[in-house]
């Protein structure tokens, strides 16, 4: 069986292939996007939505709460749309 080192320091290459080859970003990263502005106008809509939907069925039902609910959501999804919100991926 082979001793494990016990001196605490790092075995192996740490050259310029190394640990230090790091000195900038890994070309992989992409630079931090998160939408624009209307299109978490949308997301939020449709997130209030859901939460009228979601409380109306608790207290009741109270179905009239529920659609209203329902509606919001819709109209969310189609504003969302018109306004392309998938284009918002990078």
């Known amino acids: 069986m082979t001793e494990e080192p016990t001196s605490g320091t790092v075995v192996g ?13 890994p070309a992989w990263q992409h630079e ?3 939408g624009r502005r209307v299109s ?3 997301v939020a809509l449709i997130i209030v939505g859901f939460i009228i ?5 608790p ?5 009239v709460l529920f659609w209203v609910g ?3 959501v ?6 969302a749309a018109s306004i392309r919100i998938m284009d918002d991926w990078y």
């Open 13 to 25: 290459d740490t050259g310029v292939r190394g640990l230090d080859a790091r000195t900038s970003e």
């Open 32 to 34: 931090e996007y998160h």
């Open 40 to 42: 978490w106008v949308a």
């Open 53 to 57: 939907g979601g409380f109306a069925l």
């Open 59 to 63: 207290i009741g039902p109270n179905w």
């Open 70 to 72: 329902a509606a919001i």
């Open 74 to 79: 819709v109209v969310g999804v189609i504003f």
